[in-house]
């Protein structure tokens, strides 16, 4: 940000934070939030990793001094980002990504000013295909030269690697011996997966929301309104996969949520549902079980409403959707 301790260190888009006062908290954003509000308006020292096309990267060493802003106990102006890439499925044998070290699975970042991720909007599932990376290798191969890869292993940022092209490279090796996309077994075999983490993660979702709201935070839970404005957003740089995505992640959640035991939700009939069979077949008093019910969708009118109250007082703030 303009005029934030971060610009005034010379702190730039794209450089790594790599410790704070000698603490070392690379790809753990976490660590980092707790050392700058430890050492909130006073000097620290950041390590700070910058690309650099020829070394790698440089190490520097950047003096600032973190303050409160609004909601945020300490910050230095910055906005932290993931290292995005697109997942390589396969790697060729002895091509020329086999060769610099890639393996299945690393999620390819960038090759020389190539992003797999283009830049834009608050968020994109827009990623470039493997014949746009042919067609950079073959404009970029007309005379032998070297690129810098950028890749994730794991979550974890790997070094830089250097490709040396050769000299019009062949259309076989064009592609590097990449493929991004999956079989159709390896679709399904994915989805699933994604799906299962999406299910385990429920439990420390809720809790965090309960955190949330109890710290007076936003809690990441989104009305209709934010709903709209997330998709208004990522659609125009993440085009189609953005809205089935969407449709994915609002369909999962709507369903592991309605399946809560919270009264006045499927989820609440089946607790009921159960009580009678532990008490043998005996029926609870239907009155008793329709008052559980209405104050349970009171409850749920009214979270409603505070959640809308708070999306719609986001947006006349002027505040992304995606920001948190």
Request: with cysteine.
């Amino acid at each position: 940000l303009p005029d934030s301790p971060a610009a005034k260190a010379d702190l730039r888009v794209g450089d790594t934070i790599a410790s704070v006062n000698g603490v070392s908290v690379k790809n753990n954003r976490e660590a980092m939030v707790n050392q700058l509000v430890a050492n909130c308006d006073r000097e620290v020292d950041l390590g700070v990793e910058r690309p650099d096309p020829r070394a790698g990267a440089q190490t520097l060493s950047l003096r600032l001094t973190p303050h409160p802003s609004g909601t945020v106990k300490c910050a230095v102006g910055v906005l932290i980002n993931l290292q995005l890439g697109v997942k390589i499925t396969h790697v060729a044998p002895g091509s020329l990504a086999d060769q610099i070290g890639l393996r299945p699975g690393d999620g390819l970042v960038k090759v020389g000013d190539f992003d797999l991720v283009p830049a834009g909007g608050g968020f994109s599932l827009r990623t470039r295909t493997e014949d746009e990376l042919t067609k950079y290798i073959k404009v970029n191969s007309k005379v032998s030269t070297t690129l810098l890869v950028q890749a994730v292993r794991e979550g974890q940022p790997l070094p830089a690697m250097k490709l040396k092209l050769p000299e019009n490279v062949s259309d076989e090796q064009a592609d590097l011996g990449l493929s991004f996309h999956l079989t159709a077994p390896e679709a399904f075999g994915e989805a699933a997966s994604q799906m299962g983490s999406a299910i385990a993660s429920v439990p420390r979702a809720l809790e965090n929301i309960v955190t949330s709201f109890g710290r007076g935070n936003d809690s990441g839970v989104a009305g209709p309104v934010r709903i709209g404005q997330i998709i208004s957003e990522g659609t125009p740089s993440g085009g189609l996969p953005f809205i089935i995505s969407m449709l994915g992640v609002l369909s999962l959640n709507l369903a592991i949520f309605n399946l809560l035991p919270i009264p006045g939700l499927d989820g609440g009939r089946l607790a009921f549902v159960l009580v009678e069979i532990f008490r043998g077949g005996r029926k609870l008093d239907p009155r008793k079980e329709g008052i559980v019910h209405l104050i349970g969708i009171m409850v749920l009118i009214a979270f409603i409403l505070f959640v809308s109250y708070s999306d719609v007082t986001r947006a006349l703030s002027g505040k992304s959707p995606f920001a948190p």
